[in-house]
């Protein structure tokens, strides 16, 4: 069961991750889109989506240099395990609760506007449940275990093993004893990679990054003598009947 946990399913997970988004663009490049519900309704939606992008990229840096980046080499550039720990949980703290406000008034907006509940899929109420989902594990280990608990030092374990799941030498062992709130964190995790492909999250590949550096666009008047209106129906009909005549 440990190998299947922590071996067999995230190898499965990125397999799928991978395999769905060549699907998703050979056979539904016209579904490759955000869905966006903007003109449905735009109030809630000028909040909440700002509030929850921030947080969004927050909480995958925070990841990112947790998991990714050893502790030994936080050392090494003079970073000492009390300040990692401090910025780690209070940054968590912050971008997490950014991403909660976001998320709950995006899912609220889905729920109490009738034209955009009409709108949303299937997949986007899945969606939004596996996000929900995964937000709440994430900030009960943050902020319960490492911010109003004893604490727990992820680095040494969960984070070892997932940079073996890159080097094809994963270790289940260092799972075993993680606390259940991480082991379902991470295994949320990586079912949400699965669900990726399927969902409006292909369009974080799409973004209009070229945006940021592109020449503007200039409009410009036209001067001088304006243009001839076109004649009028009746204008046309009577140079006819003259022509005629």
């Known amino acids: 069961m440990t190998t299947l946990v922590w071996i067999v399913l995230p190898y499965l997970c990125l397999a799928v991750f991978v395999a769905g988004h060549v699907w998703?663009?050979?056979?539904?490049?016209?579904?490759w889109t955000t869905r966006t519900s903007q003109l449905l309704e735009n109030r809630l939606?000028?909040?909440?989506?700002?509030l929850f992008h921030l947080g969004a990229f927050g909480v995958i840096g925070g990841h990112a240099m947790g998991l990714l980046v050893p502790a030994s080499v936080t050392a090494k550039i003079g970073v000492s395990e009390h300040v990692y720990h401090l910025t780690a949980v209070w940054g968590g703290t912050v971008t997490g609760a950014m991403l909660v406000a976001g998320l709950t008034l995006l899912i609220a907006r889905r729920?109490?506007?009738?034209?955009?509940?009409h709108a949303t899929t299937t997949m986007d109420k899945v969606l939004y449940a596996a996000l929900a989902a995964m937000v709440a594990l994430g900030m009960t280990a943050t902020v319960g275990t490492n911010l109003l608990g004893?604490?727990?030092?992820?680095r040494e374990?969960?984070?070892?093993?997932?940079?073996?799941?890159?080097?094809f030498q994963p270790d289940p062992a260092l799972m075993s004893g993680a606390p259940l709130v991480y082991q379902l964190h991470a295994i949320g995790g990586f079912l949400l990679l699965a669900l990726w492909p399927f969902t409006r999250l292909v369009h974080?590949?799409?973004?209009?990054?070229?945006y940021l550096w592109r020449?503007?666009?200039?409009?410009?008047?036209?001067?001088?003598?304006p243009p001839t209106p076109p004649p009028t129906p009746a204008?046309?009909?009577d140079a006819a009947v003259r022509l005629g005549r």
């Open 150 to 154: 004893a604490g727990y030092d992820y």
């Open 215 to 225: 020449p503007y666009v200039v409009y410009r008047a036209r001067r001088g003598v």
């Open 45 to 50: 939606l000028r909040l909440g989506s700002p």
């Open 111 to 117: 729920l109490v506007n009738g034209r955009v509940r």
């Open 157 to 167: 374990t969960i984070a070892v093993w997932f940079r073996g799941i890159f080097w």
């Open 235 to 237: 204008a046309v009909r």
């Open 24 to 31: 998703r663009w050979r056979h539904d490049q016209f579904g």
């Open 204 to 210: 974080v590949w799409s973004a209009p990054l070229a």
